[in-house]
């Protein structure tokens, strides 16, 4: 007897196994693109915090101590993200200021935060 072409339950099995196959290996590439987006995501929020510390490092004490009690919201694109960046000057003593940079996205918040002194 001459057997041409692939019964029913041969093409049953092959589909089975390649579904076990391709299942797993689709979600681990879906995963691995979403993480991917939210590292960017994470890294582009510290860049946007740390230009604004920056920023404000450069001033002097003087100017920086001139936005005590002033609270800054602005919101911001960049890479295709949205993000709210929040800056907060706030006097610690007479002689020391500290300065707080939030940069908040879909992805969490990054919260820097460093102290100015004049002494």
């Known amino acids: 007897m001459d057997k041409k072409g692939y019964t029913l339950i041969e093409i049953i099995m092959a589909v089975t196994v390649l579904a076990i196959v391709v299942v797993p290996l689709s979600t681990l590439l879906s995963q691995s693109v979403f993480s991917n987006i939210k590292s ?3 890294m582009t929020a510290t860049a946007l915090a740390q230009e604004k510390m920056e920023e404000l490092k450069a001033l002097s004490f003087h100017q920086v101590r001139a936005r005590i009690g002033v609270y800054v919201e602005e919101d911001l694109k960049s890479n295709d993200f949205v993000f ?3 800056l907060e000057v706030e006097q610690e003593s007479e002689n020391l200021i500290k300065i707080s940079v939030e940069v908040q996205g879909d992805s969490g918040v990054v919260h820097f935060a460093t102290y100015r002194g004049n002494y």
Do not use: A, S
Request: no cysteine; proline share 0%.
């Open 40 to 42: 960017e995501e994470l």
């Open 84 to 86: 709210i960046r929040r």
